[in-house]
């Protein structure tokens, strides 16, 4: 299958890393109650990485993948997106950046009950001011790429888990956003959904979209090329690795 746009050309040279975190901490809590989430992480993440990051309950994943999408701010350190400081922006500029620059998969789905998978998909580009005959146009794209085109009138009750992640993915996808950040995208599916749900991003992968992927699985994390390990807010590992292979799934071309 073909991804957004075709494969990605190289930066400029000169460019920014797709992430940059630097030293960055989280504390909740004052006095007793104080809890130290993260305690100074630092990582830079290129152009077409595919990271999995990985750790037990309580390493500071979760609260890591909040601050990478945005979605947090840190206590301290510097949190930089495509060479935007996110720590400069306000409120509404940061939601702009999330809209623009970031595709969510989330464990749960977080799809709209009563509203079509194609209106789903739609939600990003609505929200980012796009027009409704372009959006219609990508969404059905997106929704095609990721072998959905029989059920974009569907309602999220009427696809199983792993339509649904994949309606998920469609709409992570359809604002050609630079980062794509995956939660625990296969926590709630069966076998073959995790294997349909992990070849997308793959393929994904191998055209060059940059991909962090939260998981605590170690054969979900075989399918990223390089592995971070945090353990009590730290990062303790990060390695390469030669990803898994896998026969990719068939997908079509989504504009722009």
Do not use: W
């Given at each position: 299958m073909t991804l957004p746009g075709g494969p990605l050309?190289?930066?400029?040279?000169?460019?920014?890393?797709?992430l940059d975190v630097r030293q960055v901490t989280k504390v909740?809590?004052?006095?007793?109650?104080?809890?130290?989430?993260?305690?100074?992480?630092?990582?830079?993440?290129?152009?077409?990485d595919y990271?999995?990051?990985?750790?037990?309950?309580?390493?500071?994943?979760?609260?890591?993948?909040?601050?990478?999408?945005?979605?947090?701010?840190?206590?301290?350190?510097?949190?930089?997106?495509?060479?935007?400081?996110?720590?400069?922006?306000?409120?509404?500029?940061?939601?702009?950046?999330?809209?623009?620059?970031?595709?969510?998969?989330?464990?749960?789905?977080?799809?709209?009950?009563?509203?079509?998978?194609?209106?789903?998909?739609?939600?990003?580009l609505a929200y980012g001011g796009v027009s409704a005959s372009t959006r219609r146009e990508r969404?059905?794209?997106?929704?095609?790429?990721v072998g959905l085109a029989d059920r974009t009138h569907h309602d999220p009750?009427?696809?199983?888990?792993?339509?649904?992640?994949?309606?998920?993915?469609?709409?992570?996808?359809?604002?050609?956003?630079?980062?794509?950040?995956?939660?625990?995208p296969t926590g709630n599916l069966d076998t073959k959904s995790t294997a349909d749900v992990l070849q997308i991003l793959d393929r994904l992968s191998d055209m060059g979209r940059t991909i962090v992927l939260i998981t605590h699985e170690d054969d979900v994390a075989l399918h990223a090329k390089r592995v971070i390990r945090l353990v009590d807010g730290l990062i303790v590992e990060d390695r390469r690795q030669a990803p898994v292979d896998g026969p990719p799934p068939r997908l079509s071309r989504v504009g722009p």
């Open positions: 050309p190289d930066g400029p040279a000169g460019a920014p890393p797709v909740y809590g004052d006095g007793d109650a104080t809890v130290h989430a993260l305690r100074g992480v630092s990582l830079i993440l290129e152009r077409g990271v999995a990051i990985m750790g037990a309950s309580g390493s500071g994943k979760s609260t890591l993948m909040n601050i990478l999408g945005c979605l947090d701010v840190p206590s301290a350190g510097s949190y930089l997106v495509d060479g935007t400081d996110v720590g400069s922006l306000d409120d509404r500029q940061l939601a702009v950046l999330r809209n623009r620059k970031i595709g969510f998969v989330f464990q749960s789905f977080n799809l709209i009950p009563r509203m079509s998978a194609l209106a789903n998909v739609e939600l990003p969404a059905l794209a997106a929704l095609d790429q009750n009427e696809l199983s888990g792993g339509q649904q992640q994949r309606v998920a993915v469609a709409r992570a996808l359809v604002t050609a956003p630079s980062l794509l950040l995956a939660d625990e």
